[in-house]
C-alpha cells in the first residue's frame, strides 16, 4: 500500500478508537459525534485549506461558510413529515442504463434503472418529451417500471442542487409525468479530507432532496450516506421519526469499496434497520459481498451498471465453480448490436445475484 493510500486510510472514522482532543470544545459537536481516527489529529479543521476567499468546502474559516449553511436551513437532518405514499415493491435485480443507441430492439427486463442527471438539463426542463420517447431512447419494453439512479461522478450530483428548489420541482413533476417508479437521492459527497460541516451540509441537502421527491408524490430512497457511527445514529434517528420512508439507498463503490470499511458500513446499516421499527427496503449500487449480512431488511435490489458496460466492450457474464460472476470477451461482428451480449449478462447477473439472496431469506 502506497504511503499516500495509508495515510488516506487514517482519516477513516473508527467507532473504537478515541476522539481527538480538538473537539472537546466545538459548538457542533452534539451533531457531529466528533473525530475518532487511529491516524493523528487535533480535529477535523487540521483538513483546513487555508484559504478563506476561495475555499469551496463547507468549512466555518471559509468566507462562505454563513451562506453555505443559510442554503440549507441548518445542519441538522429534521423535515416536516410528508404524506405515506404507495409502496413501491422492485425486482431484487436492475440493469443500469446508459444509453439504447448500440441496441437493435427491446431489453427483456421488467424493471430498469437510469442515471437520474439524464432526465433533466441545467433549466430543469425534462429531455423526454413522453414516456415513449423513454421506452424508443433506452430500448425498454413499455410497461418497465424505471427506476432513476442518483450515484453518479460529484459534477454530476451537483448537478441537482444547481437546479435550486424551483428547477427541482419542476423536474420532478416531470418524473410523475413519465411515470417513474422510485428516485434514489442524490448521493452528495462525504470526504475524509474535509473539515465535517462539510459531510453535514451534505447529509442536509441530502435530506432536503429526499423531503423535496416524497412531498410531490414521487417514490423515492432515502440515501443514507455517513461515514461515522455518528452519521448513521442521526440517520437511524431520522428513519425512525419518518414513516414515509420506506427504502434505504446505499453504494459501496467509492468510499465504502474497501473491504474493511464495507464491512463496517454494513454494519451500520444494520443497526438503521433495526432502529427503523419497520419494515425497510434497502436499494444498493455495489456491495454483493455483504447482502448476506442485510437480512433486516424486507427486500434488497441491486441496481448494476455491469452488464450494460461489459456489452459495450464486447465481453458477457459467466459464473464460476464458486459462484462468483467472471467476464469473457466476445467479439461481435462489425454493426452487429450488443443485444444478444447485453440480455445473457442481464439474464445471468440476475441469476448471479439471486444466488446471494437465499442466505438472506432464511435469516429474515
Not at 433549466?123 to 432513476?148: E, H, N, W
Request: glycine share 8%.
Amino acid at each position: 500500500m502506497s504511503r499516500q493510500k495509508r495515510a488516506f486510510n487514517s482519516f477513516w472514522s473508527r467507532p473504537d478508537a478515541s476522539m481527538s482532543m480538538g473537539c472537546i470544545d466545538c459548538p457542533d459537536l452534539g451533531i457531529c459525534g466528533g473525530q475518532t481516527i487511529d491516524g493523528a489529529g487535533f480535529n477535523c479543521l487540521d483538513h483546513c485549506c487555508g484559504n478563506p476567499d476561495s475555499c469551496q468546502a463547507v468549512c466555518p474559516k471559509a468566507h462562505r461558510f454563513a451562506d453555505r449553511v443559510r442554503e440549507v436551513g441548518g445542519l441538522d437532518l429534521p423535515t416536516p413529515h410528508a404524506d405515506l405514499l404507495e409502496p413501491c415493491t422492485l425486482p431484487s435485480y436492475l440493469p443500469l442504463l446508459f444509453h439504447g443507441s448500440a441496441l437493435a430492439s427491446t431489453i427483456a427486463a421488467p424493471a430498469v434503472a437510469i442515471p437520474l442527471y439524464r432526465f433533466f438539463d441545467r433549466g430543469a426542463d425534462c429531455r423526454f418529451d413522453t414516456r415513449d420517447s423513454v421506452v424508443q431512447s433506452y430500448k425498454i419494453d413499455p410497461s418497465a417500471d424505471i427506476i432513476l439512479s442518483g450515484v453518479a461522478q460529484d459534477h454530476e450530483v451537483e448537478g441537482w442542487w444547481r437546479l435550486a428548489a424551483p428547477g427541482r420541482i419542476k423536474a420532478i413533476a416531470n418524473f410523475r409525468r413519465l411515470g417513474i417508479a422510485m428516485v434514489t437521492t442524490p448521493n452528495f459527497s462525504l470526504m475524509v479530507d474535509r473539515p465535517r460541516w462539510d459531510d453535514m451540509h451534505s447529509m442536509r441537502r441530502i435530506v432536503l432532496a429526499y423531503h423535496e421527491l416524497v412531498s410531490e408524490g414521487q417514490a423515492a430512497a432515502l440515501h443514507v450516506n455517513g461515514r461515522t457511527w455518528n452519521d448513521f445514529a442521526r440517520w437511524s434517528e431520522y428513519v425512525a421519526a419518518h414513516p414515509e420512508v420506506t427504502h434505504i439507498a446505499y453504494e459501496f463503490t467509492t468510499g465504502a469499496k474497501n473491504p474493511e470499511r464495507m464491512r463496517q458500513h454494513a454494519l451500520w446499516l444494520i443497526e438503521l434497520a433495526q432502529a427503523a421499527g419497520r419494515r425497510l427496503g434497502l436499494v444498493l449500487r455495489g456491495g454483493p459481498q455483504v447482502v448476506g449480512l442485510l437480512s433486516q431488511f424486507y427486500d434488497i435490489s441491486l441496481i448494476d451498471s455491469s452488464p450494460f458496460e461489459k456489452a459495450q466492450h464486447r465481453e458477457v457474464a459467466w459464473i464460476d465453480q464458486e459462484g462468483q460472476r467472471r467476464w469473457k470477451k466476445r467479439l461481435t461482428a462489425p454493426g452487429e448490436s450488443v443485444d444478444a451480449l447485453l440480455d445473457e449478462n442481464i439474464r445471468i447477473s440476475e441469476r448471479w445475484f439471486g444466488s446471494l439472496l437465499p442466505k438472506l431469506k432464511l435469516a429474515a
